[in-house]
């Protein structure tokens, strides 16, 4: 399988690491299970006041994007936090809290969710999930050179499906909001930007 590794930060950007920053002072581990890890930390601000911050640490996830040259395949699932089936790219992390090498996680969630198992993983870019409450970082691959095989999803993913959807459908879904995950639309945006 060809892999493309990470491309260099463009030009202009800049660590801000002159900003004053919060500094931790204590940490606690509230609750923990195979998939997360719920901490409070205590802090300090940049003017020396006390705080806390509740942070979720997940490990790093691995969002693919099946493409064909014309359409991509999209999943379909119960997200039970929100209370609505959504359909996305096929993306998530390995049990146990487990750090897979990126490429090699996104190939599996490919296979598990999908059935497809791709010639060519191209790695677009890195997106933070929601840096205001957890440390979670994912990685996005654009899959090509596709090869159609059974799905073996886990046991919470049994009431997944998928399904093909040609470009200018995957970005009416957005449009009209039946697309609302932010990891694919943020996917997306990188796959745009990247000249595809």
């Known amino acids: 399988m060809k892999h493309v590794g990470p491309r260099s930060a463009p030009r202009g950007c800049r660590n801000t690491g002159r900003v004053p920053y919060i500094e931790p002072v204590a940490s606690r581990e509230i609750y923990r299970n195979r998939w997360m890890v719920l901490r409070e930390d205590d802090i300090r601000r940049p003017d020396g006041s006390p705080g806390i911050y509740g942070v979720v640490d997940k490990p790093t996830y691995a969002l693919v994007m099946p ?85 073996d999803p886990e046991h919470e993913e049994q009431d997944m499906r998928s399904a093909w959807f040609a470009r200018g459908e995957v970005e009416e879904m957005i449009r009209s909001g039946v697309i609302v995950d932010s990891q694919s639309i943020a996917a997306y945006g990188l796959f745009l930007v990247l000249g595809r």
């Open 67 to 151: 493409y064909d040259g014309r359409a991509f395949r999209l999943v379909e699932q119960f997200r039970y936090p929100v209370g609505a089936r959504r359909w996305e790219f096929p993306q998530g992390t390995a049990p146990d809290l487990a750090d897979l090498e990126p490429a090699e996680l996104a190939a599996r969630e490919l296979r598990e969710e999908t059935g497809l198992c791709a010639a060519s993983l191209e790695l677009l870019g890195r997106l933070d999930t929601a840096p205001g409450m957890t440390s979670q970082r994912g990685w996005v691959y654009l899959a090509t050179d596709l090869t159609e095989g059974e799905s």
